[in-house]
């Protein structure tokens, strides 16, 4: 497994700044920097493109491969309101744009969710691969690939969770665009529904990207060490799958940002120099 990228999610170092933050991944060991493209943070329907370039040369300077996490605040591909969902839509469009002028290799999309109660599950996939489908044609004439983020389960709203939903959604959306998707895998979602290990044993698509945080009983998201997954079950399924992707940290803790960043390295290094 050492043949992977190890990379940090900007939402780990998210307290120094984007450029520290990015300076701070390299000096750490990281090798990949996932940017995520929020308003607040790298508006990607407000390119400044001099800053792009900037950050571009950086990242080119410290041998980090980007990748980027579309916008996803206050948006939902699979919203009930047709404005919302056209605003979901062009802020995914313009993350592939934001990816494409800094070389990164693909671009994580969230499938959307229950924007209300009323809302039946064939609703919700209806509206999610309808604007799916659009990004995903846009990306592949971009010539970028998009990959779609398996989602937290929750009893409040119908989400993309389970693996079999994973598969239909992928599949369809597949079918539809006439393009590639790959799957990112976020190994703490998965672990709302099941051993992430047990969960890529029923995944049918192809995984292509790797977020990886640990998780309790109570608590996802948490620093990789701190939590009950056992990533050694984990990291040997994906071994048997011919993972290739990008492994991209994301478990923090506020305050503790670069802590955690450095022994989630050296925590992963471990793992994979063991399997």
Avoid at 87 to 100: E, R
Avoid at 223 to 251: D, Q
Wanted: charged share 20%; hydrophobic share 45%; aromatic share 6%.
């Amino acid at each position: 497994m050492s043949k992977y990228v190890i990379g940090v999610s900007q939402n780990v170092l998210w307290d120094l700044g984007l450029v520290r933050a990015i300076s701070t991944a390299a000096q750490i060991g990281y090798s990949a920097f996932e940017l995520w493209a929020e308003p607040m943070i790298l508006d990607p329907l407000k390119v400044n493109l001099n800053l792009v370039e900037n950050l571009r040369l950086k990242l080119i300077e410290l041998n980090l491969r980007p990748s980027i996490h579309a916008a996803q605040w206050d948006l939902n591909l699979a919203s009930i309101n047709p404005h919302v969902q056209r605003l979901s839509i062009q802020y995914a469009k313009a993350a592939v744009i934001l990816a494409s002028l800094l070389n990164a290799e693909v671009v994580v999309v969230h499938p959307g969710k229950a924007s209300s109660s009323t809302m039946s599950d064939r609703d919700v996939e209806r509206l999610a691969i309808r604007g799916l489908v659009e990004v995903v044609r846009y990306a592949a004439d971009k010539g970028m690939k998009i990959a779609i983020e398996n989602i937290e389960s929750t009893s409040r709203c119908f989400t993309f969770s389970g693996p079999n939903e994973i598969n239909e959604l992928i599949e369809q959306v597949e079918d539809l665009s006439g393009a590639e998707v790959g799957l990112a895998l976020d190994v703490a979602h998965a672990s709302t529904v099941m051993s992430p290990e047990d969960y890529i044993k029923q995944l049918d698509v192809e995984i292509t990207h790797l977020h990886v945080s640990d998780t309790t009983s109570t608590e996802v998201h948490l620093p990789l060490g701190e939590g009950n997954l056992n990533f050694n079950l984990i990291f040997s399924e994906l071994r048997a799958r011919n993972f290739k992707g990008f492994i991209i940290v994301e478990g923090y803790v506020p305050g503790r940002n670069v802590d955690v960043a450095a022994r989630s390295f050296s925590f992963l290094q471990k793992v994979l120099s063991s399997i």
